[in-house]
Structure formats: structure tokens, C-alpha cells
């Protein structure tokens, strides 16, 4: 019921999903918070702004999702109180929510990513390589980070950017993404660009490959 009215949009729909917000059950409120997401943020900001503080660790994560596209400093600074949230998942959440958002305080959380809780490690080492503050080797100590990359830059966009991208650095970061989630990815896209026109990607793509050949 709450999916098919976040999905109509009818008239009358948005009031019955914010009452669905107060329901007795977890499911249908954080079923709630996504329909309303889809809403502009101008409208129900300020209703999923309560949400932040359910009970429920699983409606507070989709709220800081939903309100990841609030894109104001206001919003940041919310959005950042919830890295102190009891819940790791609602933490690791609005980590990535921050990144989405574009706030200041991810680069910085990036460069002191060892004084960061260790739940965040991972998440800010993905957040650090998608950013291009960081790159592969340095996520040597946080396996974890693959999960929070793949969904930051899934492969196939990873291997689409490589191929498409007219933006250098996007080439770059795209196959920095795959050096780590794939090895067999990373190195085709190395044999292509090696002939790349840029000379960091280049250069990056050559030692890649000399790497895998003395592997």
C-alpha cells in the first residue's frame, strides 16, 4: 500500500504517507520515509527531518537517504549530527549521505580517516577513491570498502566511464575503482588505457600492468 502510493503520486497521497510516518510498525514508517523521498525536498524536508529521530534504527538510515537530497548546508549540518547516531548502519549511512550532499567536512574526514570511529573507516576509504582524495593501495587496510565502492561506482559505470568519459579524471577515478573490486576489469581497462591521451592515466594504467605481470 505505501509503495503504490509513493509510486501514483495521486492527490491526497503525500497526507497519507505522513501518517503512515507515525505507524505502529517499523516497516511501513521507513516504507514511508522512501515513498516520500521521491517528493520535492522543499515539501517534506522538514516531516522526514522527524524521522531522524525514530526508534527504529531502519527508518532513521532511510531518512538520512531520502534527505541526502537536500542539498543546503542547513541539511549538511543535520545530516552530519547523524555520525554520532547509536546505530553503525544509520552511521555508515550518513557518511555516504554527506558524500552525496557534496559537504566540506568529507574531504577532511577523508585525510584523517585513521581518527575516524572504525565502523566509518570503510566508508570514508570508498568515499576517499570515488572523491579521488585516495588511491587503491591506500585501502589496503580496509577490505570493507569494496561493499560501500561498488555502490558508490558500480563496476558496469566504472567500465562505461573508461570507455565514454571525456573528463580525465573520471577515467582515472573509474579505473582506480576497478583496480579495487576486479583485477581481470582493472587490467583490460589498463591495456586500453595505456593508450589513453592523458599521461597520469597513462602512466597509472603502465604500472598497473606491470604490477599484474610480476604478480
Request: avoid cysteine.
Amino acid at each position: 500500500m505505501v509503495w503504490l502510493l509513493g509510486k501514483t503520486r495521486r492527490k491526497g497521497a503525500m497526507k497519507l504517507l505522513l501518517r503512515y510516518l507515525a505507524d505502529d510498525e517499523a516497516d511501513v514508517r521507513a516504507a514511508a520515509v522512501g515513498a516520500l523521498a521521491k517528493y520535492r525536498m522543499g515539501i517534506v524536508a522538514r516531516h522526514l527531518k522527524d524521522s531522524l529521530a525514530d526508534p527504529n534504527g531502519r527508518v532513521r538510515a532511510a531518512a538520512v537517504n531520502a534527505l541526502s537530497r537536500a542539498r543546503t548546508r542547513e541539511w549538511e549540518n543535520v545530516i552530519e549530527t547523524m555520525l554520532a547516531d547509536p546505530d553503525s548502519f544509520v552511521r555508515q549511512r550518513a557518511a555516504i549521505a554527506l558524500f552525496r550532499m557534496g559537504a566540506k567536512t568529507v574531504r577532511r574526514r577523508i585525510r584523517s580517516i585513521g581518527k575516524e570511529p572504525e565502523e566509518l573507516r570503510p566508508v570514508w576509504a570508498a568515499i576517499g577513491v570515488v572523491a579521488g582524495e585516495l588511491a587503491p593501495s591506500d585501502l589496503t587496510g580496509y577490505p570493507a570498502a569494496a561493499e560501500f565502492l561498488q555502490e558508490l561506482f558500480p563496476n558496469e559505470d566504472a567500465v562505461a566511464a573508461i570507455r565514454d568519459a571525456r573528463d580525465p579524471q573520471r577515467r582515472l577515478i573509474a579505473f582506480r575503482v576497478l583496480r579495487v573490486q576486479s583485477e581481470e576489469a582493472a587490467e583490460r581497462a589498463a591495456r586500453v588505457l595505456v593508450e589513453d591521451p592523458d599521461a597520469v592515466i597513462r602512466k597509472e594504467a603502465s604500472s598497473a600492468l606491470a604490477s599484474a605481470g610480476s604478480g
